[in-house]
């Protein structure tokens, strides 16, 4: 069960804090609510657009990017394991996608046609008798990006769209790790030592 459903035991508190932390459009104004908006929008995207937003040159793709620094130095549970990797090698892949030409190559290839001029007609300067003449025509062979989408790209994504357990685990972490940040700011906030406003937290 997900969090955002109203039977799970933390949907109350989760509620909140999104309404409290998450700002209908634009960025949060704390760590902990973007933490909270980069997880939704990286799983919405993937429910509702087949992860097609994250893709190269997109704005998700910088989303996962600061996901990512944030989330290899937590501690997550063992069931959002692959969903983090797959997303770690996601945001590597988009890298590498950078160098790739997105471009078409072609091959030449010869075809003969029916000589325009005569059928066959042994005097016939344009086909020398043979009744047909050569054309040079271009086909497709192959693009890196392409390839590069078909072959390495996608399946990561598509298990990143099928890794329910995933998915449902990894918003129940970030959850708990912003509850987390909260209550060691609040700490923080309560020990005269310390003053808040000289530690970033992440
Ligand atoms: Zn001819």
Redesign the pocket.
């Known amino acids: 069960m997900y969090i955002f459903e109203k039977e799970h035991p933390l949907n109350k508190t989760y509620k909140e804090h999104m309404e409290k932390l998450v700002p209908t459009s634009g960025e949060a104004s704390t760590v902990e609510g973007e933490f909270l908006r980069e997880i939704n929008r990286i799983l919405y995207d993937l429910d509702n657009n087949g992860g097609c937003n994250i893709l190269p040159e997109s704005y998700l793709a910088n989303i996962i990017s600061n996901f990512n620094s944030r989330i290899v130095s937590l501690e997550f549970p063992k069931q959002c394991q692959n969903f983090i990797n797959n997303l770690l090698k996601l945001s590597q892949l988009l890298e590498e996608g950078k160098d790739i030409e997105d471009v078409w190559e072609t091959e030449e290839y010869e075809v003969d046609i029916p000589?325009p001029?005569?059928s066959g007609?042994d005097n016939?300067s344009?086909?020398d008798g043979t009744?047909y003449v050569i054309e040079y025509e271009e086909e497709d062979i192959g693009n890196k990006y392409e390839e590069f989408l078909e072959e390495k790209l996608a399946p990561v994504l598509r298990n990143l769209i099928e890794d329910e357990i995933g998915k449902k685990n990894i918003l129940e972490a970030v959850f708990l790790e912003v509850l987390r940040m909260e209550r060691e700011k609040e700490n923080l906030k309560n020990n005269s030592y310390f003053n808040i406003d000289e530690f970033s937290l992440l």
């Open positions: 000589c001029e005569c007609d016939c344009f086909c009744g």
